[in-house]
């Protein structure tokens, strides 16, 4: 990275010119804690924000009103059509170039509008006072959000199902491809209730992501002159994103990728373009690359990610450019990785042409030796290689940076598996104010998990042999551990940790030589553990809005159901409309199945080709060797820290979050790393500490404002000219959008590029 303030450690510098406040609820996880104020003022409003304590206290209001009905008529209209048109949404993201989700704002800004329209026009008197019980109430509205949230997470099984039809011909029978669905997504849902009194219920247990969305709910909801101000800011803050976003992502696209260094080269020199490039999918790593997509720029989540969190990720991506450059130049995979593309997830033959998989697989999918010796051994881009090996550092990084932190909660929480026990009590405020309600049995979860896990494995047996029973047992119980360890993460800083490489390493061992098989252990050893976050962190927002726990339960299941179906129902139109850009390793502008590919890419060479490449003096030996890497580097940091506990510099980094960024780049387009660091440090840092008024105040509810704007008008742009639902309108070609087919949109990638 460049020169200050933009230098990969220039963040950390903060805490050799400002009081570092080590105010923590879990030790290692300083969520907010670079201060340079004096004590704070007796206002509330002017306080600093220190910690989760603060937050919980100052920034969400423990007000509730137990009369207010929560599983209305409304929120089952609302509901059931804002979970559909989510998982829609969800689907079609999938496979774009972007890396973009669908933002709960989203859902949560439409269903406000169109719950309360429904009270105002629809009778309340008679019986129609049972369809309509009042206004349009914080209980509903939030259980609206959760059914609707869950929905628009493509689930991962459909990847999965997605995959075997793009790149092995095999297409599951529409039933077993739902049902699947449902076992893995169901399957976390059980684990999330198990470790409420872990993850859900302690202040600790903040879940930084959710609090854009209580800010916003809260202010909708809650009456006074005050939330009427803030209404009026986010209104305006909405529409204006609203407006603005049609330019950059339609008229003006030069703005989602803008390189000084881009233009002046105008596409000439290799060099360039790989380092700088970031405006088209699979172009470059985009340094020094500034987004003005909102769209974009809240992937680097800078208005609601703490600032320890941001600072780690900065560190990453700051060695992640030296990183990627310096490993690609000097050619360190044995003379194949200069010969292929700089940036793809899709595997290659040794001339830089696609891999035919199909040439080396026998029957059921399973690797053919003699074939494979005849056509030889796939390679990777080496920045998705490097990437990887990275990616297992993250993995090794954080079993260690938990146990090595955190051992004292893990004790308590499993001695005696108290996890599982009832009635425990916990010293937060939303947590006391939630016991007027009757809480879920622990036993509807564990009946949750039963069934779920009983589908999965019927389902195994449907159509294609996935796995046999006892594999899904055991990596079942893998799953349930890579909950724990992510969910301690994801809770205290917001952050999510790729393990999925992890459990491949494990499945390659089990069973070699099979790459479907590969694909399904993860499913149920991964991403089983990973759905387990999105349902801990609702469970969590329902907390805070006061939402009946039962009513919650209703809203995460009802979503996971409608879900599953919509997820399948689009992967088909589409796959079906857009099959060769999905298959081909670049994509383009507009289409790209760069997720798909990944997929296909691990499973192959994990499930099919472990010992030909990843054992011992193979081309690709170092990457699994970095769980190891990565379980060793926290031990560095802990041993600095109980040296020199004064130097709390050693406790402020995180190790998981710098290895993932760290592999972080070479995926997709790269404009929103930039703004996202100023963005970043200038409300974590200066407004938070120096205008802590304002941050209170505003601050969430302008994340909320900036990505519901951006999250409808793009949604609205893909269906109306992106070709979503038929083909795509283009914007007339000039300077600002060039011809896709002469240069890419930043100016960095001429077509007869070499």
């Not at 699947?180 to 930084?208: C, D, E, K, N």
């Not at 051992?407 to 939630?434: P, T």
């Not at 409300?683 to 994340?703: A, D, E, F, G, I």
Request: hydrophobic letters at 45%; a neutral charge.
């Amino acid at each position: 990275m460049a020169d200050s303030p933009s230098h990969p450690t220039e963040p950390s510098k903060v805490l050799e010119h400002h009081d570092v406040h080590q105010e923590k609820d879990l030790k290692g996880f300083d969520v907010y804690s670079t201060e340079s104020m004096e004590e704070a003022p007796s206002q509330e409003s002017e306080r600093v924000i220190r910690g989760a304590e603060d937050i919980t206290n100052l920034i969400i209001s423990d007000e509730d009103n137990p009369e207010l009905p929560a599983l209305t008529f409304r929120f089952w209209v609302l509901g059931i059509g804002l979970a559909t048109f989510g998982s829609v949404l969800s689907e079609i993201y999938f496979w774009k170039p972007q890396n973009a989700m669908v933002s709960a704002l989203f859902q949560l800004i439409i269903s406000y509008v169109l719950g309360n329209a429904m009270h105002y026009t629809m009778p309340h008197t008679g019986i129609w006072r049972h369809l309509n019980p009042g206004p349009f109430n914080i209980k509903e509205h939030t259980c609206i959000t959760i059914m609707a949230s869950t929905a628009s997470t493509t689930a991962n099984a459909i990847g999965i199902i997605a995959t075997l039809d793009l790149f092995y011909g095999v297409t599951l029978n529409p039933g077993a491809a739902i049902f699947q669905t449902f076992a893995s997504q169901l399957i976390g849902y059980g684990f999330a209730g198990l470790l409420r009194t872990l993850l859900v219920w302690p202040t600790y247990a903040l879940f930084p992501n959710q609090l854009p969305s209580i800010s916003l709910l809260q202010s909708m909801h809650f009456g006074g002159l005050l939330n009427r101000k803030k209404m009026r800011y986010f209104w305006i803050v909405f529409w204006a994103i609203f407006c603005w976003e049609i330019i950059p992502t339609w008229i003006f696209p030069l703005l989602t990728a803008f390189s000084v260094i881009c233009l002046a080269d105008n596409g000439r020199s290799a060099l360039v373009r790989n380092l700088f490039g970031a405006g088209s999918s699979n172009e470059g790593l985009g340094l020094l690359s500034f987004s003005f997509d909102w769209t974009l720029i809240t992937q680097a989540y800078p208005l609601y990610w703490p600032l320890q969190t941001q600072v780690s990720s900065w560190i990453g991506l700051g060695f992640g450019y030296a990183l990627m450059i310096g490993c690609y130049y000097g050619d360190v995979f044995q003379g194949y990785s200069r010969g292929l593309p700089f940036m793809s997830t899709a595997l290659f033959s040794g001339n830089g042409s696609s891999y035919d998989q199909s040439a080396i697989l026998g029957p059921n999918n399973q690797l053919d030796p003699a074939k494979y010796a005849e056509v030889g051994p796939p390679f990777m881009t080496t920045t998705y290689a490097v990437s990887l090996l990275m990616t297992y550092a993250s993995m090794g990084s954080a079993f260690s940076h938990i146990f090595l932190w955190h051992w004292k909660q893990l004790w308590e929480a499993f001695k005696g598996f108290n996890f599982l026990k009832s009635g425990q009590d916990f010293d937060d405020v939303h947590f006391q104010r939630m016991k007027v309600y009757k809480e879920v049995p622990q036993w509807w979860y564990g009946s949750i998990f039963i069934v779920s896990l009983g589908l999965a494995i019927g389902m195994a047996y449907v159509g294609v042999n996935t796995l046999p029973w006892w594999s899904i047992f055991v990596f079942t119980v893998i799953a349930f551990v890579v909950a724990v360890i992510l969910g301690f993460i994801y809770a205290v800083t917001g952050f999510q940790i790729p393990t999925g490489g992890f459990v491949q390493v494990i499945a390659a061992y089990v069973h070699p030589h099979q790459p479907v098989q590969n694909m399904y252990a993860k499913l149920y050893g991964y991403n089983t553990g990973y759905q387990t976050l999105y349902m801990l962190s609702d469970l969590k927002l329902g907390q805070y809005a006061k939402v009946p726990p039962r009513a919650t339960f209703t809203a995460q299941v009802s979503g996971t159901i409608l879900g599953a179906i919509f997820n399948y129902v689009l992967y088909k139109s589409i796959v079906d409309a857009h099959r060769v850009d999905l298959i081909n390793p670049i994509g383009t502008r507009i289409w790209s199945g760069w997720n798909s590919q990944e997929i296909n890419s691990a499973a192959i060479t994990w499930g099919a080709l472990s010992a030909e490449l990843y054992g011992p003096g193979k081309t690709y030996f170092q990457i699994p060797l970095g769980l190891l890497y990565g379980f060793l580097a926290p031990f560095l940091l802990y041993t600095m820290h109980c040296l020199f506990p004064k130097q709390r510099i050693w406790s402020y980094l995180n190790m998981p979050i710098i290895f993932t960024y760290l592999s972080w780049l070479p995926y997709s387009v790269n404009g929103m790393w930039w703004p996202g660091l100023f963005i970043g440090l200038y409300t974590q840092w200066w407004v938070r500490t120096r205008k802590p008024r304002w941050y209170n105040k505003y601050n969430y509810l302008t994340s909320a404002a900036l990505d519901g704007g951006s999250s409808i008008i793009y949604f609205i742009l893909n269906f109306a000219v992106f070709g979503a639902s038929g083909n795509a309108i283009s914007f007339p070609t000039w300077w600002g959008n060039p011809d896709p087919n002469v240069m890419s949109v930043d100016h960095c990638m001429a077509s007869n590029f070499s």
